[in-house]
């Protein structure tokens, strides 16, 4: 199992503008898992991208995968007080889940 | 579906004392995930089961921990005796293979 890297570590945004998050892992993957922490609470899992695909939309979530250069980025748009929160990106061959550091974003309202 | 189920939400305890964490995961889910979450260590694995059978302890961090998972329903996480330094946030997980975890609410441990 393989933990990513997160990038940057914390980002400060106004409600309303849109927050971009960027993950790097190692070694190839099945998938990439993108997780949401709210302060005091569970994981929450937001997306899962599977390897042969490049984009994938939820609601105001756009993950983006890039497997040549090991990479991902979460789009979050229109972002909300509520989205203050930590994500995670997990890249994934096999079972167990490997967490990193996360991006703690904040949007300010 | 109720979600992944943990127990306590909080407990307070000596030092010394034995303390049982539980976890119900989500019925149809084969795997379950015990982690831990500190500041200074971020969210760590320390075991996971696979159809109720331990699969990989490497991440219990000594022999004060034990877990079980006795059927589908049930699983435990147990430290005795516990010290001040497991004082946490442990966290349960449960999933099918290849989709993504759901967490429980957590049980934020503070031992004194």
């Known amino acids: 199992s393989q933990q990513g890297e997160e990038d940057p570590q914390a980002l400060s945004i106004q409600e309303g503008e849109n927050a971009t998050m960027n993950c790097s892992y190692k070694t190839s993957i099945n998938n990439l898992q993108w997780y949401r922490q709210n302060s005091g609470r569970g994981l929450v899992h937001l997306i899962l991208i599977r390897s042969n695909e490049r984009e994938k939309h939820s609601g105001r979530l756009r993950v983006t995968l890039d497997t040549s250069k090991k990479s991902s980025s979460l789009l979050i748009t229109a972002s909300r007080a509520a989205d203050t929160a930590s994500y995670f990106c997990?890249?994934?061959?096999?079972?167990?889940?490997?967490f990193g550091k996360g991006t703690r974003l904040s949007v300010i309202a | 579906d109720a979600g992944v189920i943990q127990s306590p939400r909080h407990e307070v305890t000596e030092m010394g004392q034995e303390v049982t964490l539980r976890c119900k995961p989500i019925s149809g889910h084969d795997y379950l995930f015990w982690y831990r979450q500190t500041m200074m260590r971020g969210l760590e694995l320390l075991i996971y089961f696979n159809n109720n059978v331990p699969i990989d302890d490497s991440g219990m961090p000594e022999d004060r921990f034990s877990a079980k998972m006795p059927n589908a329903s049930f699983s435990t996480l147990k430290i005795q005796p516990s010290e001040p330094r497991d004082s946490a946030v442990y966290f349960c997980?449960?999933?099918?293979?290849?989709?993504?975890?759901?967490f429980g609410s957590g049980t934020r441990l503070t031992v004194v």
């Open positions: 997980a449960s999933n099918r293979q290849a989709y993504g975890y759901t």
């Open positions: 997990v890249p994934s061959g096999n079972t167990p889940l490997v």
